[in-house]
């Protein structure tokens, strides 16, 4: 008997393997584009660091090439190489440059010809010099001070740059994504059709385990366009970071700061009388006054100082996050150049390849947590005196 | 780059490594103890892992 159990499982068992098999094979093939991508992605890292210098050490030179790759930049490169007779050849598109220097001035960044040359607008001469416009003179000298750092001025720069182009195309698609899946779940009477079964379970995974168990049955509703705004956002901002275009919005300290920023202020607009007497007299009615006045003094700036570090702490996550992973997968591709033998490339390529996948991962794990401690200081921000009916709400739930 | 601060930077990687360890460990004996709680106890063990994660990076950027 124990036997016939046995082979009824095992019976079970492949018959499960087979269906599983075939189903994975048919999901690899419809997904075989985000594989080509992914491929792509390795092709366009290795041509850009394809064109080398002579004098130049190969490991600084490498370096370089990822810190150049981590940058904004003031023109849309897709690549670049250097021909046999060492012309620079970059395939991309320029961008605006808008400056405000006494007056606003508008010109196209084709004019710094990746900076090697001057753009001059309205009699003022401007050069590009490591991502960052400078104002010179007619002949583009650049002073310096001890530590090597140009002392000339630098205008007020509100030049739409790649990472400025990848937010509104976001924004863009963000727009034009949801408002059709609004449209089509009016159409259909609520039935998802199309991309609209893949972002379901997402929007109601947010709603039912970001928002309602961290906030709040009673208040969530209100923060859930935030909520469900800043994870797609930074979603789909870390997933262009991963194809061949070489982006990094999200990687840069200074998106991450303007998230963070919202995060804070809607914490704190939104927040509760509770919350803000937690701030400023934490310990409530169980001391008398005169007790807690030595306490305070420590209390209270701690307090306070924490509404700071929260969202501190989830700038500076997102950005290393993100910049970590570009970085380990420019220099493990760096290392086929450093190896130079038949061994170097494929262990380059694995390497690359299973860290790219990891990162696809950490793409919507990192949107995640931010989301998800999004929500929770929301939580403390909309906190009441109720924790009880709190409570049975969770255990009957 | 100094060797100090080298050797001090792979000493909080070696402690973040060991503290996100724990983390995975702990939530791992919790989630075969019950598995019913599998969602609360991810998540929790994410938060976790993600504060612990922002030291080691912090350390990183120092070297």
């Given at each position: 008997m124990l036997f016939s159990f046995y082979k009824k499982d095992l019976h079970l068992h492949r018959f499960l393997k087979t269906d599983i098999l075939s189903a994975m094979r048919k999901t690899f093939l419809k997904h075989t584009w985000v594989v080509l991508v992914v491929l792509l992605g390795q092709f366009s890292f290795a041509k850009d660091n394809g064109g080398q210098e002579e004098g130049k050490d190969l490991k600084t030179e490498i370096k370089e090439y990822i810190d150049h790759h981590l940058q904004d930049s003031h023109d849309f490169n897709l690549f670049s190489y250097t021909k046999d007779n060492g012309d620079h050849v970059y395939v991309g598109f320029p961008l605006p440059v808008i400056l405000w220097d006494d007056g606003l001035k508008i010109f196209s960044s084709s004019k710094f010809h990746h900076g090697e040359t001057l753009a001059e607008a309205d009699g003022q001469h401007y050069k590009l010099y490591h991502g960052k416009i400078y104002k010179t003179d007619a002949e583009g000298t650049i002073a310096y001070d001890e530590e090597h750092h140009p002392t000339n001025v630098r205008p007020f720069d509100l030049s739409i740059t790649k990472n400025v182009v990848m937010i509104i195309v976001t924004g863009l698609l963000m727009l034009w994504l949801f408002s059709s899946l609004a449209r089509s779940y009016a159409k259909n009477n609520g039935i998802p059709t199309g991309v609209g079964r893949f972002f379901e379970p997402i929007v109601l995974y947010i709603r039912d385990d970001i928002a309602r168990p961290n906030?709040?049955?009673?208040?969530y509703k209100k923060y859930m366009p935030f909520l469900l705004t800043i994870f797609f956002f930074i979603w789909f901002l870390n997933m262009f970071g991963m194809t061949?275009?070489?982006?990094n919005v999200t990687g840069n300290i200074a998106i991450t700061t303007a998230l963070a920023i919202l995060t804070f202020l809607i914490t704190n607009f939104t927040g509760t009388k509770d919350y803000w007497m937690h701030q400023f007299?934490?310990?409530?009615?169980?001391?008398?006054w005169y007790g807690k006045i030595p306490l305070y003094i420590i209390l209270v700036p701690i307090e306070l100082l924490g509404l700071i570090i929260k969202p501190f702490s989830l700038l500076i996550r997102l950005y290393a996050n993100m910049q970590a992973g570009h970085i380990v997968i420019g220099s493990l591709i760096g290392l086929m150049f450093i190896f130079k033998?038949?061994?170097?490339s494929p262990m380059s390529f694995g390497l690359a390849f299973a860290i790219m996948l990891i990162e696809v991962l950490v793409a919507l794990l990192q949107a995640y947590i931010f989301t998800m401690l999004s929500a929770l200081y929301f939580g403390f921000a909309s906190e009441e005196h109720e924790h009880e009916h709190e409570h049975e709400a969770e255990l009957s739930h | 780059m100094e060797i100090p601060v080298m050797v001090g930077a792979g000493l909080v990687v070696i402690g973040v490594g060991l503290g996100i360890g724990r983390i995975g460990g702990s939530a791992m004996e919790a989630i075969a103890r019950q598995p019913e709680a599998y969602g609360k106890i991810q998540t929790a063990m994410l938060i976790a892992a993600a504060l612990i994660e922002g030291i080691g990076f912090a350390a990183l950027f120092a070297v």
């Open positions: 906030i709040g049955e009673k208040r061949p275009l070489g982006i007299n934490p310990l409530g009615d169980s001391l008398p033998s038949w061994i170097g | -």
